[in-house]
Nanobody, 116 residues
Framework: VQLQASGGGLVQAGGSLSLSCAFS????????MAWFRQAPNKAREFVSD????????HYADSVKGRFTIVRDNAKNMVYLQMDNLKPEDTAVYYC??????????WGQGTLVTVSS
């Protein structure tokens, strides 16, 4: 499985950004998909995930109501729509494939910087 995340950048606080993750090398619908992030000098943390159909989603409390995970099984893509961004959302964002218990395949990460 290969995962390619993109869409990061610099945005002002209160702004929006949409991350994309392209999946290849496997059967996309066999995987739950997730987004994690790692801020400078902090451990990687869970952000959001969804099941194979996108009908079940989970969010970290810190992003609930601001971020939305969506997958397009026809395109083998998963997206993270991030609204009302805060400086504390600054991190490298990673997409991952696996199941709700464990994610074993990871992309290379895309940097999101939110200025105050």
């Amino acid at each position: 499985v290969q995962l390619q995340a993109s869409g990061g950048g610099l945005v002002q606080a209160g702004g929006s950004l949409s991350l994309s993750c392209a999946f290849s090398g496997g059967t996309f619908t066999s995987y739950a998909m997730a987004w994690f992030r790692q801020a400078p000098n902090k451990a990687r943390e869970f952000v959001s995930d969804c099941n194979w159909s996108g009908s079940t989603t989970h969010y970290a409390d810190s992003v609930k109501g601001r971020f939305t995970i969506v997958r397009d099984n026809a395109k083998n893509m998963v997206y993270l729509q991030m609204d009302n961004l805060k400086p504390e959302d600054t991190a490298v964002y990673y997409c991952a494939a696996g199941n709700f218990s464990a994610y074993g395949d990871w992309g290379q990460g895309t940097l999101v910087t939110v200025s105050s």
